[in-house]
């Protein structure tokens, strides 16, 4: 089986723009969640898909979306880039609930913003 | 409100070594979930176990082992004759299911060095 898959690997961004990243699950895994990851804040979460609708959300502004189509790959956009947005962006997939079962993760889109 | 203390933030130990990683939680429900996740230098967070708050009895996978303890609100891991390989980032992670906000927390992590 495949394993969690996240595009690009690597991203270098300018303050004030936008950035899409993308994350294809498992297959069969209907739950992606999205976390960052810094070395201040440790590994936070973003969001939580699940069939395409968002089942749960953290403590992010409202500059952090994301949406999931229904091949269940998911997409993370981040609007007006801060300089504090510079992280490890990784994917998560699991078979239906974040809670209940194991995560599978990906090895993560690290954006650099200056 | 959930709550995941991973004490240790560093640990060095040398090569065969065992090596116990410590983690404390708080929650109010009664059915929860525990995780331990390893990443490794590339980054990619790797499954280790899961636990539900109704199962404590003590788990061992090979040089792994978990000791889950209600009582101290603790699910601590043990590397048993540690190996280089096993130096990486490990994380302990809380879920509680039943919780209208149900999402995973997960603690600072204890990176962990295996001196050769």
């Known amino acids: 089986k495949a394993g969690v898959t996240q595009t690009p690997r690597y991203l270098i961004k300018t303050r004030g723009q936008q950035v899409t990243l993308s994350c294809s699950p498992i297959?069969?895994?209907?739950?992606v969640s999205w976390y960052q990851q810094t070395p201040g804040q440790g590994l936070q979460f973003l969001f939580e898909y699940f069939s395409e609708t968002q089942r749960n959300k953290g403590n992010f502004p409202g500059r952090f979306s994301g949406r999931q189509f229904s091949n269940s790959r998911s997409e993370m956009n981040v609007s007006t880039l801060e300089l504090g947005d510079s992280a490890l962006y990784l994917c998560a997939s699991s078979l239906a609930g974040t809670g209940l079962y194991e995560q599978y993760f990906g090895p993560g889109t690290r954006l650099t913003v200056t | 409100a959930q709550k995941v203390t991973q004490a240790q933030t560093e640990i060095s130990v040398v090569e065969k070594e065992d090596v116990t990683l410590d983690c404390v939680y708080e929650?109010?429900?009664?059915?929860?979930?525990l995780f331990w996740y390893k990443q490794p230098p590339s980054g990619e967070l790797v499954f280790l176990i899961r636990r539900n708050s109704f199962d404590e009895q003590n788990e061992i996978s090979g040089r792994y082992s978990w000791n889950f303890q209600k009582s101290t609100s603790s699910f601590n891991f043990t590397i048993t004759a540690s190996q280089v390989v096993d130096s990486a980032v490990y994380f302990c992670?809380?879920?509680?299911?039943?919780?209208?906000?149900?999402?995973?927390?997960f603690g600072k992590g204890t990176r962990l060095h295996i001196l050769p």
């Open positions: 929650t109010r429900d009664t059915t929860y979930y």
């Open positions: 297959s069969g895994h209907r739950s």
């Open positions: 992670a809380l879920s509680e299911p039943e919780n209208r906000d149900d999402k995973i927390i």
